[in-house]
């Protein structure tokens, strides 16, 4: 089982919509959680950290976290032509130095 | 302006040829990070370094070597023995424990 697995893509939503992200983890003991945003070609940028259960806002994204079930998820509101990019999820599995992340759900928002 | 900065921005090597990638940092960090990533897929940690002078091999360490002699620098060397080098390298930085990361641009690397 990967340490962190998200939903596979690609995922296309139109503009204005709501686009859903989906990543779980293995890991009980994850203390610390991530979303980057990596356009083609590009590094990858930090967009949310969560380390609580419940929701996270910060503008138009929303991270969700349940350690119970162990899942984090990322919505974004009003999807933007600007959006279109490969999501990446990462863990912090047991507060170690170390990051792992999923391979990533690339999201298309069409006009 | 705080950040992390890597050159070359893009590399080509021969066959048989070491090659160094640099991967400096102004943000304070103690620790740093190198990730490998092929197309369409994630990141491959290959090594880190929680303080000066001491660093990890990550889950692909074969093939390469790093130093970690400033807290500022953390040089990543690709050596002949890594058999398949085309690849995109990252490297991170981050204040501490469980904490976020935060990547440079990356050096995209090319075996001719």
């Known amino acids: 089982q990967k340490e962190v697995e998200q939903n596979s893509g690609p995922l296309s939503v139109p503009e204005g919509a709501i686009a859903s992200l989906n990543c779980t983890y293995s890991d009980r003991g994850s203390q610390s959680f991530f979303w980057y945003r990596q356009y083609s070609g590009k590094s990858p940028e930090l967009i949310m950290s969560?380390?609580?259960?419940g929701d996270k806002e910060d503008g138009r994204f929303t991270a969700q976290l349940n350690k119970a079930s162990q899942y984090v998820s990322l919505l974004i509101r009003d999807s933007q032509p600007s959006d279109s990019a490969t999501y990446l999820c990462?863990?912090?599995?047991?507060?170690?130095?170390?990051?792992?992340f999923g391979a990533g759900t690339t999201v298309t928002v069409r006009a | 302006d705080g950040g992390i900065t890597q050159s070359p921005k893009y590399l080509f090597r021969k066959e048989g040829q070491n090659v160094t990638l640099s991967c400096e940092q102004n943000?304070?960090?103690?620790?740093m990070y190198w990730y490998r990533q092929d197309p369409g897929q994630g990141l491959r940690l290959i090594y880190y370094s929680q303080i000066v002078n001491d660093f990890q091999k990550g889950d692909i360490a074969e093939g390469y070597s790093v130093s970690r002699e400033k807290k500022e620098s953390f040089p990543l060397t690709v050596t002949s023995a890594q058999k398949n080098p085309t690849a995109f390298y990252l490297c991170?930085?981050?204040?501490?424990?469980?904490?976020?990361?935060?990547f440079g641009p990356g050096t995209r690397l090319t075996v001719l």
């Open positions: 991170a930085s981050s204040p501490g424990l469980a904490r976020e990361q935060f």
């Open positions: 969560i380390y609580s259960n």
């Open positions: 943000l304070n960090h103690d620790a």
């Open positions: 990462a863990v912090n599995p047991d507060s170690r130095y170390k990051l792992s």
